[in-house]
């Protein structure tokens, strides 16, 4: 069983910046394979990004590509997401999840998800 909890959603201006953070228990972050996915009001859930075990394969949706960065920390056992000018559009519910599969994790078929942490930009 993994437990994942999100961090570090919040308000924030157009071109602002936010960092998320996913802490893993249960498991160590390590050896699963871990993304992020989003859910505007509305709006179907959407793919953001995912890193795989050995962190070089990695892949992001096209709308985030050159403004969003995943990378994992397991000293803390947990990923992050600096998302870097932000616009109106990435305002979302975001969420963790975590596989042992990368494909799985990519197409959200994950059985691990976290409870979301709150994005919003402003104008």
């Known amino acids: 069983q993994v437990r994942l909890v999100e961090s570090g959603g919040g308000l924030v201006q157009t071109g602002g910046s936010l960092r998320l953070s996913c802490i893993a228990s249960?498991?160590?972050?390590?050896?699963?394979?871990m993304g992020w996915f989003r859910q505007a009001p509305g709006k179907e859930r959407e793919f953001v990004a995912v890193l795989g075990v050995d962190d070089t394969s990695v892949d992001y949706a096209d709308s985030v590509k050159g403004r969003f960065t995943i990378s994992r920390d397991n000293a803390k056992n947990s990923i992050r997401l600096q998302m870097n000018n932000l616009q109106s559009e990435d305002t979302a519910l975001y969420y963790c999840?975590?596989?042992?599969?990368?494909?799985?994790?990519?197409?959200?078929?994950?059985?691990?998800w976290g409870q979301g942490t709150q994005v919003t930009v402003t104008p």
């Open positions: 999840t975590a596989e042992s599969s990368f494909r799985m994790v990519r197409a959200g078929t994950g059985l691990y």
């Open positions: 249960g498991r160590t972050s390590e050896n699963l394979v």
